[in-house]
């Protein structure tokens, strides 16, 4: 890392090249087990010391970017976060959009499916939290619970009202093929869809509920079901592997963010939204002739204006 603060255009350069290192936008070959959750790149215990001066500068420039696309007001933006329990999701969520206005931001979290919920179609929940036009929607788990812990735990689907005829063999690859389908339906209708698998390692997972468990003040995080999940971990595993490569397009690529170490976790995430924004070649909007008349106007009347 450099000791000379970088202009935007140096900053998102810097983004692109840094998260593309965690791209994944053709999913057919993806491996999971090449991922290292502990990975830190070329970075160094010298660059995880100045990491935070690093995020700073990152959303420094995401916020610029976020005011730029609410003024313009034509894309939205949609950051898709799944995750195993402890991985990490609510502090990057926390610590990369702290600096962004939150009149243009939105977080959601999805829970288990409310019974109104599951009166509808799985998707419906999550559509309607959809971002308008020059905001940042925020998915904390989402409509990818569907290929995941109801894969894992199958008992669930029967949960959910299907006609019987229609859940087959082939239900998976089916919800595989409509979530590829509602992404590329809303990324040609102006919403760019980035997601994140925050990849954490079983045995930071057990440090990390070990903490919670002996710190008082992080206790309330704690739920006996997330380790009872831990049983589940290769299914878990292989199921996330799965989605990745069935979903991972050039218009709605993953991350797979290593998430071993929190402040190499945040800089990834970072970095890939700023990558993400300064993509739409984003612009203050630019007013007409008229409306250069009427500032002159303005202007005049309030200089005429007495103390």
């Known amino acids: 890392m450099s000791d000379t603060k970088p202009d935007l255009a140096g900053i998102v350069k810097m983004s692109r090249e840094f998260a593309n290192r965690h791209r994944v936008d053709k999913g057919a070959k993806f491996k999971l087990g090449k991922c290292d959750p502990a990975d830190t790149g070329h970075l160094d215990d010298e660059d995880k010391r100045r990491a935070q001066e690093a995020l700073a ?8 970017l976020q005011d730029k696309l609410y003024a313009q007001d034509r894309w939205s933006v949609l950051l898709v976060f799944q995750a195993m329990d402890a991985a990490g999701k609510d502090g990057v969520i926390k610590h990369v959009m702290s600096g962004v206005n939150p009149q ?23 559509a309607k939290r959809l971002p308008e036009r020059g905001r940042i929607g925020i ?10 812990v109801v894969k894992v735990h199958q008992g669930i689907l ?22 590829r389908g509602f ?9 760019v869809v ?7 390692s079983r045995a930071e997972q057990k440090e990390r509920f070990l903490e919670r468990i002996h710190e008082p003040e992080k206790n309330w995080k704690f739920s006996a079901a997330d380790v009872r999940e831990r049983a589940y971990w290769k299914d878990y595993m292989a199921a996330y ?9 050039p218009h709605s690529p993953w991350y797979v963010v290593p998430a071993d170490n929190k402040w190499y976790t945040r800089l990834v995430v970072a970095a890939a939204v700023v990558d993400a924004l300064a993509s739409l070649d984003l612009h203050y909007p630019v007013i007409d002739a008229k409306q250069r008349v009427e500032l002159a106007a303005a202007r005049k009347s309030l200089l005429a204006e007495k103390k």
Not at 142 to 147: A, T
Not at 183 to 191: A, F, I, K, P
Not at 241 to 249: D, F, N, P, V
Request: charged letters at 30%; one cysteine or more; proline letters at 3%.
């Open 194 to 200: 980035r997601k994140f698998f925050l990849h954490v």
């Open 241 to 249: 592997e799965t989605m990745i490569r069935e979903t991972a397009t």
């Open 158 to 179: 029967a949960a959910q009202k299907l006609p019987p005829s229609l859940v087959t063999k082939r239900v998976w690859d089916e919800r595989y093929e409509d979530i």
């Open 183 to 191: 992404e590329r339906y809303l990324s040609r209708n102006g919403t």
């Open 139 to 148: 998915f904390n788990r989402s409509y990818y619970e569907e290929v995941l």
């Open 57 to 64: 500068i990152g959303r420094e420039a995401l916020a610029q």
């Open 104 to 126: 243009g931001c939105e977080v959601h979290s999805f829970k288990a499916p409310t019974t109104e919920e599951l009166d509808h179609d799985y998707l419906w929940r999550c």
